[in-house]
Every structure is written in C-alpha cells, then in structure tokens.
C-alpha cells in the first residue's frame, strides 16, 4: 500500500503538540510499516538537509517536497496527489489539502479548544480553524480523534457522522522516574505550559497567593512557559498579589530542564480550561509527581482517578485542592501510584500501531 503523508510538522526545529506527535508516529513507522510505501510530503519552510535525512529513513520512505509554506492551501500539494494517486492520505495535523485529496483520506483531530474557549484566538484564527476542521470532518473518509471528548466536539459542532470516527490516545515520552526517592522533593508547585489564558495561569497565581494567606505554607510556585497571548494582563495580576515573590517566572524550558523540574516538584497544577488531550499531566505522573488538575474537556478522561480535580473558575477550590495534597503524603503516595499505574495505558508504541491499523483500514 502507498500511504502519503503530510510530514511537514514532524520536522519543525522545535516540536510541541502537533509537531511531536506527527514525529513521533512516523518514528514508529519505520519500525512497523516495512509492507508499506511512504511518501513523506514536506513543503519549504522546513530546514533540514534533505539528502542528509533521506539516510536515515528505510528505503520505503520516499520524501517530496512542495514549494509553499502553506501546504494546506497550497494547490501544487493537490497537483502532486492527483499525479501519484496514493492508495490513502493521511493528515495529521488537522488541516486537509481543499483544491484534491484522495477519496482514501485520513485526518487527525487534536481538539477543539478554540469551541471552548473564544478569548485566545483571533477572529481569524477560529475563522480558519473553524472552517479547516469542518471540512476535514465532513470530507475525510474517516477521522482519528486523540479522545472521546475530541470525538463528542465534532459531532456535537459539526455533526460529524460518528461512525467514521474512532480514538486513539496520545502516546507521551515518559520520564522514567519510578524509583526515586520522592521524601526530599524541593519546596515547589510545578505549572508547565505556556502563560495565557486558556491555560488559566491568572486564576492559578490567584488561587497559589490565596493558599499561602490560608494556609502559611512555605512552598513557591514555578511558572515553565513562554510568555503568550495576553501577557499582560497576566503580568497586571501578578504585580496585585501578596505573595508575588515566590512566584517564580522560568520561561520556556528545555525538555532536560522540564525533567528535572518535574521529578523534582512536590506537586504538578494544570488549570486549563481546554484541552484536546493532556500530555503535560502524564508526563508528571511519570515522574512520580503528584497531579491535580481542572476538571474540563478532556482531562479527567485523560487523568481518570489518578489526579485530584478542581473547578478551574474557582479559586478556593483550587488552593484548596492543593493543600489537600502537599501536607499530606499519603495522598501525595497514593496519587503517584495511581498515576504510575495510569501512564501504563499510554505510549507512542500503541498510538503508532493503531494508527496504521486506521490508516489500513481506510483503504
């Protein structure tokens, strides 16, 4: 079977999300995919030595590249399709080609945040991501979304036939951190993602200042994440709180930083308030962290009873919530035994497998 791609984010210079998990399938399809034929689709703005990177890739795989930076729209993408004719597309990231696409196509959905909520994107943004993720879930020919929260949006928003949809979980890169010593851990509270709204980050240092007034406790709180949309306003609430200087700002972190933050934090907090998946939480509960987190969209499915979870719109639950686990250790122990016992249904192994049965089972 020839099986075209659009492998574009898979080769970004800094992968997050869609990026990583793009790169991550087709890692695994060079171990398992040996009875298919690749066409890896890459267009322009991809940097990378492409004689260079052919070397390490089975002779199966074949790379095209396409010359826009838009390959979604791009109508030389439709023309090489139309030419190769593949027995099926598959397309990751979300967006299909509009001009032609096979019948045989598949496309990945990783959320529909932007339904949830509005204030964090530009009207053009929803605009596009609105139209691109209709289209794709009217006019694939099946569709893979990361969660059954995911699934339930599109048919809820755009009535997508159910039957065309299955799930497949995220995989995730665990941190291996089983046996450590977790008696010793550093007096922080870890938050990783990016600082806006969405990720709620403001109702999170307000609930953090409100747990120090509370409660006297002497922990502080690390902030990993690179400034986003609407920083200042996030800055403005910072400045007003009582206890503003133990909050830390750390800014984007590399993933060796990320680790050691993680394995060394007495508590993980992910307040978001929309979300297609929820790596960030498996990734701390393989580091034998504790986990507590908002209770919307996907995240308890993802969590399931291995995280504490609070409203994220209410403060007081929030610090609260945090001091029923960091004085506590045998909540702290029985929320990373649970968490180790959950993460053991998630990997890029079995998110791989599956999605080449998938992708097979569209032809």
């Known amino acids: 079977m020839q099986i075209a791609i659009d492998a574009s984010s898979a080769f970004a210079k800094l992968r997050t999300g869609v990026e990583e998990y793009t790169y991550q399938i087709l890692s695994e399809f060079k171990k398992i995919g040996a009875k298919h034929q690749f066409i890896l689709y890459l267009n322009n703005n991809v940097k990378i030595d492409l004689a260079k990177e052919r070397e390490n ?75 691109s993720t209709k289209f794709a879930a009217k006019h694939s020919k099946k569709v893979i979304a990361v969660s059954d929260y995911t699934k339930t949006d599109l048919i809820k928003f755009y009535q997508a036939d159910p039957g065309k949809i299955s799930v497949v979980y995220n995989g995730f890169m665990p941190i291996n951190n089983i046996h450590q010593d977790h008696s010793n851990s550093s007096k922080y509270i870890l938050f990783i993602a990016r600082l806006e709204p969405r990720k709620n980050v403001i109702n999170l240092i307000k609930a953090f200042d409100l747990f120090k007034q509370k409660y ?108 029923q686990v960091l004085p506590y250790k045998t909540i702290a122990d029985d929320l990373r035994a649970k968490g180790y016992e959950r993460i053991k249904q998630f990997s890029w192994q079995k998110c791989a497998r599956e999605t080449l049965i998938e992708i097979e089972e569209t032809v």
């Open 57 to 131: 890739w089975p002779k199966n795989f074949e790379f095209s590249l396409i010359s826009s930076r838009r390959m979604v729209i791009n109508p030389l993408l439709s023309l090489d399709l139309l030419k190769t004719k593949p027995d099926v597309l598959w397309i990751p990231a979300q967006v299909m080609p509009a001009l032609y696409y096979p019948k045989n196509t598949i496309v990945s959905i990783h959320g529909l945040e932007y339904e949830h909520f509005l204030q964090g994107y530009t009207w053009q943004e929803k605009k596009l991501l609105t139209w």
């Open 216 to 323: 006297r406790n002497n922990h502080e709180l690390y902030l990993a994440g690179a400034p986003g949309y609407e920083y200042r306003l996030f800055k403005e609430e910072l400045y007003k709180l009582k206890y503003k200087d133990k909050i830390k700002e750390l800014g984007f972190v590399s993933e060796e930083e990320k680790h050691r933050l993680l394995t060394g934090a007495s508590l993980f907090v992910f307040p978001s308030l929309a979300e297609g998946f929820g790596i960030p939480i498996l990734e701390a509960m393989s580091a034998g962290c504790p986990v507590i987190s908002s209770n919307r969209t996907s995240l308890p499915e993802i969590g399931s009873n291995a995280c504490l979870y609070f409203d994220p719109d209410n403060i007081s639950d929030i610090a609260d919530k945090i001091q």
